[in-house]
């Protein structure tokens, strides 16, 4: 499991760890430096880096970074903004200067970077708070040009031009990096609004502070954690073991969603999967999702007929989770159905076209605390009665305040998917653009919903936590669709080669 800071945090946690234990400050930066050497001889063997240096820590991180390049047998080449560091950064600049095998230039508006095989962004660390300009902006003009003719970058504890905290850019002027090298934890705007598609591969340094010490916000699980959860099925287990799962989704025109559900879940390894299906959709279904049981709904001109709301409420009775929403449309014959999941004794998944009735329902929130929601940023604008653009500047609000609307756990999903109960927050890293592709959602759902039907003796409850379930949810849809892409391309996945890439292990694409 990986872990997250707000640079406000990690800022009050170094000023703590040195006082308390009289750790120098420059011992911690010769520690960050060691990750960005390492990274640069991942790139390059004893090549040339030149390194973008600011008049901040960040800068000193770099000078101490050039120092350890030199050190290797590399060629290290210093453009610095200026001469003016202080404290930490002074020392590691004066240490760098006396390298003869180091060469320097000061920054202006007619530097042009020299060839070289990795630059590292040391510009501006994660307390800047405004836009990037003068020979800084530049510099990094100058960075985003040779990445363009493919010289990978290296960004120092997070790219220079990016808010720490809300992960915005905070100009038109950002590093775009290859790798950020960050340290102790991941800075938490690497991983919200802009953060993604400027930190690249994100590598996390450690530099002396204890793991204990940390009061983290928000956690990043790793395939090695699926472990934890997902026990070996035992050699006397039966179907009932592994979650009896109720699906009421799909309408006209949108069977597909159902069946992409229900797939979803029997592959991730729901034992007995039953469709609340519409009486039209019944050959479609029991076509596409063979192994699923389909509970008929009663028709007539398309519309649902009264005792529809029978057969389901006989069905969620012994349902050990179910979902609803994907591809429902928003038919006011399906409100019934919705008010009987709504009471429902087991955990369910809302999505989709659930999540839109639900936010035109006044008296049907705040749902059970076991459940699971998982809006896309128009679905939660709706709930929360806001612009789209409103949910995705903030994210982390957004999340909060669909917890305390809905009263349950919350996923929200985006290029980094953030889960929370109002307890825990997860972060999901694994994901790929593969997934940015109709279906892609109701998967995710079939994934929830069997992962909370499952029995887990070791658990209080007797099953997965809600919170667990959608963030390890979250973890195996990522995964499942980055070995999609390898097989497939990026461009070319569909939502069923994402479920014929389920796993429950930590096996990892490749």
């Known amino acids: 499991m990986l872990f997250t800071i707000t640079p406000a945090e990690m800022k009050a946690l170094e000023t703590r760890f040195m006082a308390e234990n009289d750790v120098p400050g420059a011992l911690l930066m010769e520690h960050a430096a060691q990750g960005v050497a390492d990274a640069i001889a991942r790139r390059t063997d004893r090549g040339t880096a030149v390194f973008l ?6 800068g000193g991180d770099g000078y101490a970074a050039a120092r350890l390049w030199s050190a290797r047998g590399g060629t290290s080449h210093v453009i610095e903004l200026s001469q003016s560091a202080q404290g930490d950064a002074l020392l590691n600049r004066r240490l760098a200067l006396l390298d003869p095998r180091i060469t320097f230039e000061e920054a202006d508006f007619n530097t042009v970077l020299p060839p070289c ?27 985003l040009d040779a990445k363009l003719c493919s010289t990978p970058v290296i960004a120092v504890d ?46 996390v340094q450690p530099i002396l502070i204890p793991r204990e ?5 928000m956690l990043i699980l790793e395939s090695s954690d699926l472990e934890k959860w997902i026990a070996p099925r035992a050699p006397v287990c039966h179907k009932g073991d592994f ?20 797939n979803a879940a029997m592959r991730t390894g729901a034992g007995l999967t039953t469709i609340l299906c519409r009486e039209s959709l019944l050959p479609i279904l029991q076509t596409l999702a063979p192994a699923a049981m389909c509970a008929v709904l009663p028709e ?58 639900l936010a035109k329902t006044d008296d049907l929130l705040p749902l059970k605390e076991c459940d ?40 929200l999903k985006g290029a980094r998917s953030l889960v929370t109960d109002g307890m825990d927050t997860y972060c999901n890293m694994y994901t790929t653009p593969a997934l940015a592709k109709g279906g892609s959602g109701d998967v995710l759902t079939g994934i929830i919903t069997a992962l909370l039907g499952r029995q887990l003796p070791q658990c209080s409850q007797g099953r997965m936590p809600s919170v ?27 939502p069923t080669d994402v479920i014929d890439c389920i796993r429950l292990d930590a096996k990892e694409p490749g």
């Open 53 to 58: 240096c600011g008049p901040g820590n960040n």
């Open 372 to 411: 699971v929601i998982t809006p896309h940023p128009g679905e939660a604008a709706r709930l929360l009665d806001c612009t789209c653009d409103e949910v995705t500047s903030d994210a982390r609000s957004a999340l909060e305040r669909l917890h305390e609307l809905c009263g349950c756990t919350v996923l």
């Open 117 to 143: 095989d990795v630059i590292v962004d040391a510009l501006f660390g994660t307390g800047l708070s405004r836009a990037v300009g003068g020979a800084a902006a530049h510099l990094i003009h100058g960075a």
């Open 300 to 357: 007539r001109d398309g519309q649902l007929l009264p005792e529809a709301a029978e057969v389901a409420r006989r069905v969620l009775a012994r349902s050990d989770a179910a979902c609803i929403g994907c591809g429902l449309g928003q038919s006011s014959d399906a409100m019934p159905l919705l008010r009987l999941f709504a009471r429902a004794e087991c955990p369910v998944v809302w999505d989709a076209d659930a999540l839109n009735l």
């Open 468 to 494: 667990h379930a959608a963030a390890y949810g979250a973890l195996i849809h990522g995964l499942a669709g980055r070995r999609a892409a390898k097989r497939r391309g990026v461009d070319s996945v569909l």
């Open 243 to 262: 979650g009896r799962i109720a699906i009421f989704c799909g309408s006209r025109g949108m069977a597909g969603a159902a069946a992409l559900c229900a």
């Open 213 to 217: 010490l940390s009061d983290d916000e």
């Open 158 to 203: 997070i790219p220079s031009g990016l808010c720490g905290t809300t992960g915005h850019a905070l100009g038109s002027m950002v590093i775009r990096a290859d790798e950020t090298v960050t340290f102790h934890d991941i800075k938490q705007g690497l991983l919200l609004a802009d953060g993604p598609d400027y930190a690249g591969e994100i590598t």
